[in-house]
């Protein structure tokens, strides 16, 4: 099962003098990283670091990247990222600020500091569980409405958009999971006459986990 998030949380954690502060955003596009980062940097303008990372879904796989943003390669960026992984968090960034206490904290230390600090994170928000879903156009004859709306409903799906006129025309909505099987029912009720086409793909949350 993945999860996502609704909305922003922070959390703060100190290491030899050095302060860290997480914030979990709700990421949906890659344009969003430089969106935060450009704020953070506004709001923050003194700090030393501000190491992110991400997991969003985009085009049927989720794509994930992260930035040490100027400290040791591999212990800030990737640490918060296995953070956002080991959690199944999707559609989600995680910045972490760092202001220098003047004492180094060596690699080892940077890593368990930016893991700490993501988990700190995590911990304050609230997660949901996700699941992708799709939107398709579909058309058949107008005869199988009644059908074809029972089987969008069995796959829980459902019906976005109603165009009917002389032929049925409908915009519908499904878990990508449940897509092989409602084509398969829908091909046997048109008996492969009917015409599906995929519209859409975005996120659906539900159900607070905690």
Same mark, same amino acid.
């Given at each position: 099962?993945?999860?996502?998030?609704?909305? &922003?949380?922070?959390?703060?954690?100190?290491?030899? $003098?050095?302060?860290?502060?997480?914030?979990?955003? /709700?990421?949906?596009k890659?344009?969003?990283?430089?969106?935060?980062? @450009?704020?953070?940097?506004?709001? =923050?303008?003194?700090?030393?670091?501000?190491?992110?990372?991400?997991?969003?879904?985009?085009?049927?796989?989720?794509?994930?990247? %992260? %930035?040490?943003?100027?400290?040791?390669?591999?212990?800030?960026?990737? /640490?918060?990222?296995?953070?956002?992984?080991?959690?199944?968090?999707?559609?989600?960034?995680?910045?972490?600020? $760092?202001?220098?206490?003047?004492?180094?904290l060596?690699?080892?230390?940077?890593?368990?500091?930016? @893991?700490?600090?993501?988990?700190?994170?995590?911990?304050?928000?609230a997660?949901?569980?996700?699941? /992708?879903?799709s939107?398709?156009?579909?058309? %058949?004859?107008?005869?199988y409405?009644g059908?074809?709306?029972?089987?969008?409903?069995?796959?829980?799906?459902?019906?976005?958009?109603?165009?009917?006129?002389?032929?049925?025309n409908?915009?519908?909505?499904?878990?990508?999971?449940? =897509?092989?099987d409602?084509?398969?029912?829908?091909?046997?009720?048109?008996q492969? &006459?009917?015409?599906?086409?995929?519209?859409?793909?975005?996120d659906?949350?539900?159900?607070?986990?905690?």
């Amino acid at each position: 099962m993945n999860y996502t998030i609704n909305s &922003s949380s922070s959390a703060t954690y100190k290491e030899k $003098r050095s302060e860290f502060i997480g914030f979990s955003k /709700p990421i949906t596009k890659i344009q969003d990283i430089n969106i935060n980062i @450009k704020e953070l940097k506004s709001k =923050y303008p003194s700090a030393r670091h501000i190491c992110w990372a991400y997991r969003v879904y985009l085009d049927d796989t989720i794509t994930e990247n %992260s %930035s040490d943003a100027g400290e040791p390669s591999g212990s800030a960026g990737l /640490p918060i990222l296995n953070v956002i992984k080991h959690h199944n968090i999707v559609n989600c960034g995680i910045f972490i600020v $760092r202001y220098f206490g003047g004492v180094k904290l060596g690699k080892h230390g940077l890593l368990n500091a930016y @893991k700490t600090t993501a988990e700190l994170v995590i911990a304050e928000s609230a997660l949901f569980k996700w699941l /992708p879903k799709s939107q398709f156009q579909i058309g %058949s004859s107008v005869k199988y409405f009644g059908k074809i709306s029972y089987i969008v409903q069995q796959n829980d799906g459902k019906i976005i958009n109603d165009q009917t006129t002389a032929k049925l025309n409908l915009l519908i909505e499904l878990p990508v999971e449940k =897509y092989n099987d409602f084509k398969t029912e829908f091909d046997e009720i048109t008996q492969n &006459s009917g015409i599906i086409k995929k519209q859409s793909e975005h996120d659906q949350t539900k159900e607070v986990r905690k």
